[in-house]
């Protein structure tokens, strides 16, 4: 276990690093103010209207980096300082999250698959783990075939949750490509207000990509406790 505990300390270590960098960014690029003028609401309802998508909302939301697409209800929902606020930050936030909308309008495979996946993963995230490890201490402690099985089927259910963090990959890098195209096509920014834009975006992308990597680092662990034990 205390593989594992490292294992768990480096990913967070790793995590805090680029979600602290991140915040950086948003912070330094919401000082960039917009020449246009615009907020982040107007930012989104003109980019949704330039895809002719009708029927979703755009709303404001408690909270910061709150900011998400909901397709059950077809809303873009912004935090609040991204919905009023006029900068580069709220820009391409607001921008990304419509990104998701175009790509539920357009059927984009990735966000099919990964909204089919969501029932399953809120199930199997939260009790993968406890499965594997009930397992390896049931067979420790028993010397049966059956803890084994048990660890197994946690590590199944680790594995849909693992697949979903990088299904999401390609799901956040096309919404920001999205964006960042109808931004600079639309001449929606300055040089100076996409370059922050593109370089918020960036960095939000990677944290992401950190926890995919965290949830790969973490199923190869368990995967060799279970299996390595097994052949000892």
Known sequence: MLGYYI???IIALVSWAVSAKLQSKFEYYSKVHLRNGMSGAE???KMLADHGITGVRVISTAGRLT???NPSDKTVNLSEAVYNERNAAAAAVAAH???HAV????????????SKMVPMVNVAAPISQWLIIGGLILGAAAGVGAGFYVAVAGLAL???ATIFSLITLPVEYDASNRALAWLK????LSQQEYAGAEDSLKWAARTYLVAALGAIASLLYWAMQVFGGRRN
């Open 43 to 45: 930012i989104a309802e």
């Open 185 to 188: 096509n639309k001449n929606m």
């Open 158 to 160: 680790m594995t849909i």
């Open 97 to 99: 999250e419509v990104g």
């Open 67 to 69: 900011d998400h697409y």
């Open 7 to 9: 294992l768990l300390g």
């Open 103 to 114: 790509q539920h309008a357009q059927a984009y495979q990735w966000l099919t698959m990964r």
